[in-house]
């Protein structure tokens, strides 16, 4: 429990008190901040973290944005002999950050009084400026923040004839016009006489069985001495200076149940503190401090600097092991890296020597290895990707023998259900998830729903789609930003506070365990290691019994977990729906481009393994890695939205979008490899990489000059040829088998000779446009069903703002017929939204399926909007089901508490369907889809706090639904790979209609969609 309480002191020492200022001397000096007059208001960092939390902000824009504050009343009983009056308050002003020098006035009351400017830099840390009639202004440099600005004090000096005795005196500072963010802060804190008095959620050593008190003063003038009693004795005498200061009092713990203590604190003989502390009991607990650097590759810094960063924070770690190596067991330094691009980037860098500390390190337990190569948006990779996120640990086991069994996720919230599969898979059995957190934003996170309330502190068994395999999950309650804002060496300042606050708060909500997980990230994104930690835990150790620190290595804490607390948590199944899925359709081209060519590589891999033919090891790890590379979860600079042309910016999105690049490359040059096209060939083989017999539509580009008319197989089954508008020929291969080959040859036809025709089990669709839909009519089921009408549309959504009630449609003109045969029936539409955008629509009829092809070409805005495909079906009670490895989810089941209910993210197939009939879908480059309604973004929820932002609200629930959307692209990120979005941009949707849902036919569907036959003239 925590007591605060100031006294009813005199007026004139809340206003004003003797303190010693530098440049100033010994002066009688008037709290120089009392109340807002007006500006911006701000929570940031100060000279004292805990108590001024929030700021009024002025900055060097236009010339016009100010502060305004009032100070406390000037002493009524001044003498007249007084000249200058002294006023102080807390200040700070960004240096290390800035572009340059700025300059702010000063202005006492309406009279501008000075001109002050700072530095871009912190030297000299302590400076002073001159003003009219010997108005005079000391910044007095205390500390610097995370980002190396600069905190501390202001005095000021005002001559006589500017204040008014017994009046307050208005201060007001102006940045100038120089087109800069550079700041100025003053903050909203008043010097006055404070003590706090909180029971420490510890256990002391060499003390039987006692807890600490913690006493906290603020004394605003002279030395003082100041007495504690405790249950009327008295147990502490200090001395008290100016300025904040915390002391320890030890008190009898509370063991088992609940005990009061009086407790009393005088300063100076004034009674500062009178109450009856209620002292909880003391649960034993470890703390394990896991600390890392959350890996950005990109957004805080280019990706170059964040591979130096990264790279030092090895270095550093391994000096820290060799230095804290006779360090009690618990206090010896453990660096955890959380992404194995660091340290390929590493191996890639060291010498041998520093190779060979880096592998022991590991093998010690002092490096751990998280099995993840990075951060990835597992929502956007197919299943066979997911896998390809892990094998590089692999490859590290198997060259040096590296004990990896555990992976690290960091910032994401949420996961793909069938990442459980491949963790399982590849011989990883934890997972330790420590998502976005900024306590101040009403989720507690940066777009993160309710992830830390539901999963937070709350360990579980996470059994994978398959049923067989589970990996124990561990989310960090504080995530991983628990301890951003904490400079190198902090902990040792705020640790204690913030520490007894974690431990409060798990006791409060019923915390069962005795380990507790907790991030320890410092400064921010790509933070730095911190050379204090162990120092700070060997002597937290030596004084504290309970809680114990460790320093720990993430593997060995999810293995003690398991040991002690494995067979008594619960298990969980199904998809832990992931939310930041969507800032990668920011940049929809690439990711749809990235997704065909990870199913592309896939069916390469399978038919390589078909054909007997090798892939070169380099080429096939470069091009997984890219992929992967793509889907890390870094898709824009902090600044992508604010300065979405600096270069700063677009360097970033220059080396992202080089990850696709590089994978449409890679890809294409394995695929020329395995199958070499030669243009002189009158022979086609065709691939099926699947396990099971299949039929399928071949659509390829013939030999130049040949003139085709029919294709014999090699076991002599003719089939007819359709030639296209667009150059190809398409055919029909009615049969090839499981992971099988078949080998066409041109044949020519003779006069009324007929050859073998896929015929249709139905008519085509009936097709038509009008209000701004396409609707389609006939659809294909089962034939023990016959035939069944299937009344649909689907339409364009175009919403330009975050309101999806503002969306608009696309206006469509008249069908053009584009080919027609016994093989394909296509036609052509083109369309333009209200916003200038066009679209055109090739739809084309399988028979067994339907085919659309939608390219867009977007109209380059950066405004916030999205577009969306709708689907309206024309079904009773439907359920909606997704893909998931070798299960599915649905809207209502085989979900995870915490999951994203706004949109979902579907590896393959989508389905909705009732107890008689159905569609199962399938979009190759859109992984997201919307159930029932549009995605709203607009802000409606306010933020905790001091905050006053507003947040997007996230839905609580989802229900299956008639109505679908492919969620296909928007810019409502802040941090968006790219501020406009151009085109052409394509969507291939496949629709197939169905009698009763069935699991196994959906699944085949969605691989065939994805995974076509190979096809090349050999």
Request: proline share 5%; charged share 25%; aromatic share 12%.
């Amino acid at each position: 429990m925590r007591v605060l309480i100031s006294t009813a002191l005199l007026y004139s020492s809340i206003a004003s008190a003797q303190v010693d200022l530098p440049v100033f001397g010994q002066q009688h000096v008037i709290n120089g901040y009392a109340k807002d007059i007006e500006g911006e208001v701000l929570s940031y960092f100060s000279v004292y973290p805990e108590h001024a939390t929030t700021a009024l902000l002025t900055r060097c824009t236009d010339g016009r944005k100010a502060i305004a504050w009032e100070t406390a009343p000037v002493p009524a009983s001044e003498r007249e002999s007084t000249q200058y009056f002294y006023f102080s308050w807390i200040a700070a002003h960004n240096s290390t950050t800035s572009g340059g020098d700025r300059s702010f006035d000063l202005f006492i009351g309406e009279e501008k009084a000075l001109t002050f400017t700072t530095h871009h830099s912190t030297q000299p840390a302590t400076w002073s400026v001159d003003g009219v009639d010997g108005v005079k202004l000391v910044f007095e440099f205390s500390k610097a923040d995370r980002h190396g600005d600069a905190h501390g004090f202001a005095h000021l000096r005002v001559l006589r004839k500017y204040c008014t005795l017994g009046q307050p005196l208005t201060l007001k500072v102006v940045g100038h016009a120089q087109d800069s963010p550079d700041w100025f802060m003053t903050f909203r804190y008043t010097f006055e006489e404070k003590v706090e008095v909180e029971a420490l959620p510890f256990l002391l050593n060499d003390e039987p069985a006692a807890q600490p008190l913690s006493i906290r003063v603020m004394h605003f003038g002279p030395s003082t001495p100041m007495e504690v009693r405790v249950n009327g004795e008295s147990v502490k005498h200090f001395e008290v200076t100016n300025g904040l200061h915390v002391f320890e009092v030890p008190v009898a713990a509370a063991l088992g149940t609940r005990k009061d203590a009086r407790i009393d604190v005088h300063l100076n003989d004034r009674l500062m503190v009178d109450t009856l502390l209620q002292l909880k009991p003391i649960i034993p607990r470890d703390i394990h401090l896991i600390h890392h650097s959350h890996t950005d590759i990109g957004y805080s810094h280019l990706q170059s600097e964040v591979e130096v960063i990264q790279n030092n924070n090895i270095y550093k770690a391994l000096d820290l092991i060799d230095h804290t190596k006779d360090y009690p067991e618990d206090s010896r330094f453990v660096w955890n890296v959380e992404s194995l691009w660091a340290v390929e980037n590493f191996l890639g860098i060291a010498s041998e020597a520093n190779k060979q500390r880096f592998i022991a390190a590991v093998k010690s337990g002092s490096i751990a290895l998280s099995a993840n190569y990075a951060n990835i948006l597992t929502g956007l990779c197919t299943p066979e990707e997911m896998h390809w996120i892990v094998e590089y640990a692999d490859s590290l086991r198997a060259w040096y023998g590296l004990p990896i069994n555990s992976a690290m996720q960091t910032d994401i919230p949420g996961m793909s259900w069938s990442m459980v599969d491949a963790y399982a898979a590849h011989g990883i059995r934890y997972l330790s998830q420590g998502p976005n957190y900024i306590p101040d934003m009403p989720d507690g996170g940066d777009r993160i729903g309710s992830t830390l309330r539901e999963q937070g502190d709350k360990p579980y068994w996470w059994k994978g789609t398959t049923d067989k395999d589970s990996i124990l999950v561990w989310t960090a309650g504080q995530g991983y930003g628990g301890w951003h804002g904490f400079t190198a060496g902090a902990i040792g300042e705020r640790g204690t506070r913030k520490i007894a606050a974690y431990m409060n708060e798990l006791a409060a909500k019923g915390y069962p365990y005795d380990m507790v997980q907790w991030r320890y990230n410092i400064v921010s994104d790509n933070g730095p290691v911190d050379s204090t930690i162990s120092d700070f835990v060997r002597e937290w150790n030596e004084k504290y019994s309970s809680p114990r620190l460790i320093v720990s290595n993430v593997n060995d804490m999810m293995a003690e977990f398991d040991r002690k607390h494995g067979k008594q948590i619960p298990t969980w199944s199904g998809d832990f729906t992931p939310y930041w899925e969507d800032g990668a359709y920011s940049t929809a081209k690439e990711e749809g481009n990235v997704r065909v060519l990870s199913a592309r590589l896939s069916n390469l891999i399978d038919a390589a393994k078909i054909l007997n033919k090798p892939i070169d090891p380099h080429l096939l790890y470069r091009a997984k890695r890219s992929i992967v590379m793509w889907h890390e979860h870094t898709w824009g600079a902090w600044c992508s939205i604010s300065d979405p042309d600096a270069h700063f910016t677009t360097d970033q999105w220059r080396v992202k979008k080089a990850f696709a690049d590089s994978a449409g490359w890679y890809v294409e040059r394995i695929e020329r490899i395995i199958s070499p096209h030669d243009p002189k060939s009158r022979e086609l083989l065709v691939v099926n990489t699947l396990p099971w017999d299949r039929l399928g539509l071949v659509e390829v580009k013939p030999p130049a000059g040949s003139n085709i008319e029919a294709l014999e197989s090699d076991d002599g089954y003719r089939v007819p040829v359709q030639h296209l508008s667009n150059g190809n020929i398409a055919f029909k291969v009615y049969w090839i088998k499981a992971n099988g080959t078949r080998l066409y040859r041109p044949v020519p036809l003779k006069p009324g000779e007929e050859v073998n025709a896929w015929l249709p089990f139905s008519s085509h669709p009936e097709c038509d446009v009008q209000d701004g839909k396409i609707s389609f009519q006939n659809g294909v089921v089962d034939d023990q069903y016959g035939r069944t009408l299937l009344r649909s549309s689907l339409k364009w959504e175009f919403i330009n703002g975050s309101d999806p009630d503002s969306s608009s449609r696309c206006s469509f003109s008249d069908f053009a017929r584009v080919d027609s045969g016994l093989i394909v029936e296509s036609w052509k539409v083109e369309a333009r939204s209200n916003f200038g955008d066009s679209l055109t629509l090739v739809a084309m009829d399988h028979v067994n399926d339907l085919h659309f092809r939608f390219t867009l070409v977007k109209n380059p805005q950066r405004s916030k909007g999205a577009i969306h495909l709708k689907f309206e079906l024309n079904l009773r009670n439907p359920l909606v089901r997704l893909g998931m490895g070798e299960d599915l989810i649905t809207p209502e089941h085989n979900r995870m508490v915490g999951s994203n209910n706004d949109f979902f993210s579907a590896p393959r197939w989508i389905d909705v369907s009732d107890i008689v009939q159905g569609v199962t879908i399938v979009c190759p480059q859109g992984a997201l889809w919307e159930v029932g309604e549009m995605v709203d973004e607009r802000k409606t929820i306010p933020g905790r706090g001091t905050n006053p932002e507003l947040y997007k609200a996230w839905k609580t629930e989802a229900h299956s639904s008639s109505t679908i959307y492919l969620y296909a692209l928007n810019n409502y990120w802040h941090t968006n790979f790219k501020a406009d979005q151009e085109g052409p941009i394509t969507f291939d949707l496949y629709l197939k209609m169905h009698g009763p849902f069935k699991l196994e036919e959906a699944r085949r569907f969605g691989l065939e969609m994805t995974r076509p036959l190979i096809t090349w003239w050999k």
